[in-house]
């Protein structure tokens, strides 16, 4: 079994800083992840503050980013890691394809999140087959159609303006108002055939063999009540951290999420977190990439100060 200085869990934009850095240090780096390279950005049509790039395509940054992991010789493998577990002073990283194990002096986890379901009456029946969570994927087949966006925050404003520039109508139906960027936010307000209630509460999804529409109540006034018809939902009401396979380890919060230091340690020596799977106030891509730098530094000290190479 072929022991690494680092092992870097997950390729979004956390991951992939980490290991351009790790590989300058001259670590001998594997970035292990079951998807393709880039995290939710790859989901994300439009990327507008990530400092230098203007306004930039998601996928378009990931694959710049990518592309530089690779002129370093960085080693890439897609897996699904299931367990990471330390033994005898190093990190073993088990994954589900072959029952591969990765040994390794350090490990950086930086899986990300996921998005969060409403949990309401017939969301799973409809799941892919009327809701969906990424505009830049299913965004395409609404034009012409009566679209509705669940939340208020970033996400769910940016795609908006995505989607309301293509479908025939656009609601937009949060939990509170919105709470994006105030210039987003004004952009959106400002758009035709955009309608917008803020203050619900989603109660069901309703339709025959497909989604045919939703009902929420008002939080606000006199529980009013509305069943909307539409063709498609995009729900963007917050995120899930992915962070199941680093249970045993003992550095998640009861959120889920993994607790880490300024310097991007955990409570456990030789495990670092970065990205938006950390504890931390703002999840942008530049924030992960500055995660991902830090966290890669303090694992080159580590494994300098704990092994002698």
């Known amino acids: 079994m072929k022991t690494y200085d680092l092992i870097i869990v997950g390729s979004g934009p956390a991951g992939m ?9 001259n670590l001998s780096v594997l970035m292990l992840d079951k998807l393709a390279p ?7 049509n439009e990327i507008q503050n990530y400092t230098g790039m203007g306004t930039i395509n998601g996928a378009e940054l990931a694959i710049q980013m990518y592309q530089h992991t690779q002129e370093l010789n960085v080693e890439f493998d897609y897996r699904t890691v299931e367990e990471v ?9 088990c994954c589900k394809e072959d029952g591969a194990v990765y040994a390794a002096r350090a490990v950086i986890l930086a899986t990300g999140t996921r998005p969060r379901t409403l949990g309401v009456e017939n969301e799973k029946k409809y799941a892919g087959n009327g809701i ?9 087949a609404c034009r012409g159609q009566d679209v509705v966006v669940i939340g208020g925050g970033n996400s769910a404003v940016e795609e908006s303006i995505y989607l309301a520039e293509i479908v025939k109508s656009l609601t937009i139906v ?14 959106l307000r400002a758009m035709d055939h955009v309608t917008i209630y803020p203050y619900q509460d989603v109660l069901e999804f309703y339709g ?40 045993s380890l ?22 670092f977190g970065a990205g938006d799977c950390i504890t931390k106030n703002l999840r942008q891509v530049i924030t992960a990439c500055a995660d991902g730098a830090i966290a890669a530094q303090s694992a080159a000290h580590y494994i300098q100060s704990t092994f002698k190479r």
């Open 250 to 271: 003992g550095v998640l919060n009861k959120m889920g999420y993994v607790e880490v230091d300024e310097h991007m340690a955990t409570k456990l020596p030789g495990v």
């Open 174 to 187: 949060t939990m509170f108002d919105l709470t994006a960027d105030p210039m987003a936010c004004d952009k």
């Open 208 to 247: 025959d063999k497909k989604l045919q529409g939703i009902h929420f109540k008002s939080t606000k006034d006199d529980g009013t009540e509305r069943r909307l018809d539409c063709d498609k939902v995009f729900e963007y009401i917050g995120l899930t951290p992915t962070t199941e396979c680093f249970q």
């Open 17 to 25: 800083t980490a290991s351009i850095y790790a590989a300058r240090a």
């Open 132 to 140: 969906s969570w990424c505009a830049i994927c299913d965004g395409a």
């Open 38 to 44: 880039g995290g939710q950005i790859v989901n994300t």
């Open 85 to 93: 577990k330390e033994e005898n002073g190093l990190k073993l990283v």
